[in-house]
């Protein structure tokens, strides 16, 4: 009987520490399915707050562009009234550009500069694909660098002389919210038209084969898309 009651004793012993094993066993399994599930909980989390960041930084797809600004011709122009040099006027542009994921894209600018001499008004138009580069340097600071060649025209009097033209923009930009935002930039200019003998104008460019260079500043909105 004694042998016996031991025997049982030491049966009822080692159940309990099964029992007492497999519920340790149970518990760690536990633990570390809790632990896997809050590690991937964060992975997600990670995920979606780079996503988000992301987009934050992403350059806008889409800009229209609408600009006002001044600029002055820095070639030697001649009129009947004498002879004049860094004459000033107004310009005025509207652009499309497209920007990849990489910064990098293209559009169209249309573009308009007046000067004012005493004989007349002297209009040189602008119209040309751009190529454009593009990076934020924040969530709402950015960089837009532009460079194209195109076609322009010079109306002096009733006269027209046309030829091609080349520009370089640069400037900054500040998004007051995701569609609409201002632009500031500096832009140089260089044409090179063509006069056809024997045709008199009130205006003469001499500068390399009636070249013509500006420089401008232009600012103005910003509609993205």
């Known amino acids: 009987d004694l042998r016996m009651s031991r025997g049982l004793g030491d049966v009822y012993k080692r159940q309990v520490l099964l029992m007492f094993g497999l519920c340790c066993l149970n518990v760690s399994v536990w633990g570390q399915e809790k632990s896997v599930v809050l590690m991937m909980e964060d992975?997600?989390?990670?995920?979606?707050?780079?996503?988000?960041q992301e987009k934050r930084i992403?350059?806008?797809?889409?800009t229209f562009i609408v600009n006002f600004g001044y600029g002055w011709i820095?070639?030697?122009v001649v009129m009947r009234s004498g002879s004049y040099k860094w004459k000033g006027g107004g310009e005025y542009k509207?652009?499309?550009?497209?920007?990849?994921?990489?910064?990098?894209?293209?559009?169209?600018?249309?573009?308009?500069?007046?000067?004012?001499?005493?004989?007349?008004?002297?209009t040189l138009g602008y119209v040309a694909p751009v190529f454009v580069y593009c990076q934020k340097l924040?969530?709402?600071?950015?960089?837009?660098?532009?460079?194209?060649?195109?076609?322009?025209?010079?109306?002096?009097?009733n006269d027209r002389f046309s030829g091609v033209a080349a520009e370089l923009n640069w400037g900054v930009e500040y998004m007051l919210n995701k569609v609409i935002g201002l632009g500031l930039g500096a832009r140089w200019w260089r044409a090179s038209i063509s006069r056809p003998d024997g045709i008199y104008s009130g205006m003469i460019v001499i500068n390399d084969r009636h070249g013509v260079n500006r420089l401008g500043i232009q600012g103005g909105l910003r509609c993205y898309f």
Do not use: H
């Not at 509207?94 to 005493?118: K, L, M, R, S």
């Open 43 to 52: 992975a997600v989390g990670m995920q979606e707050a780079q996503k988000e």
């Open 58 to 62: 992403r350059v806008p797809r889409n």
């Open 74 to 76: 820095t070639s030697e």
């Open 94 to 122: 509207v652009a499309y550009n497209w920007v990849g994921d990489g910064g990098y894209g293209f559009g169209v600018e249309c573009e308009a500069i007046t000067t004012d001499f005493p004989e007349e008004l002297v």
């Open 138 to 157: 924040g969530e709402r600071w950015m960089v837009r660098g532009t460079a194209s060649i195109g076609y322009t025209w010079n109306g002096a009097g």
